[in-house]
């Protein structure tokens, strides 16, 4: 959701099964800002892992590669 002076994005919701997300210093995030656009409005947010609303959730406990971390990644009115 863009702000009222446009100067920034707020960013809401969840993903899950990120590879790597318990070590990642940022996150390429896809985001969809204007609907109406279809997929010419989705545009790539590059969001710092220590920004002010990210939680990377617990580790999945994965039958397969076991090598790397898979974590759900949590956005709660990040704002980039």
Same mark, same amino acid.
């Given at each position: 959701?863009?702000?009222?002076?446009?100067?920034?994005?707020?960013?809401? !919701?969840?993903?899950?099964?990120?590879?790597? %997300?318990?070590? #990642? /210093?940022?996150?390429?995030?896809?985001?969809?800002?204007?609907?109406?656009?279809?997929?010419? !409005?989705?545009?790539?947010?590059?969001?710092? %892992?220590?920004? #002010? /609303?990210?939680?990377?959730?617990?580790?999945?406990?994965?039958?397969?590669?076991?090598?790397?971390?898979?974590?759900?990644?949590?956005?709660?009115?990040?704002?980039?």
């Amino acid at each position: 959701e863009k702000s009222s002076d446009g100067s920034y994005y707020t960013i809401n !919701g969840s993903k899950m099964w990120i590879s790597n %997300a318990e070590h #990642a /210093g940022v996150f390429l995030v896809m985001a969809n800002v204007d609907p109406s656009a279809g997929y010419k !409005g989705i545009t790539c947010f590059v969001v710092d %892992a220590k920004t #002010a /609303g990210i939680e990377v959730g617990q580790k999945e406990n994965k039958l397969g590669i076991r090598a790397s971390s898979t974590c759900p990644v949590h956005f709660d009115n990040v704002k980039v």
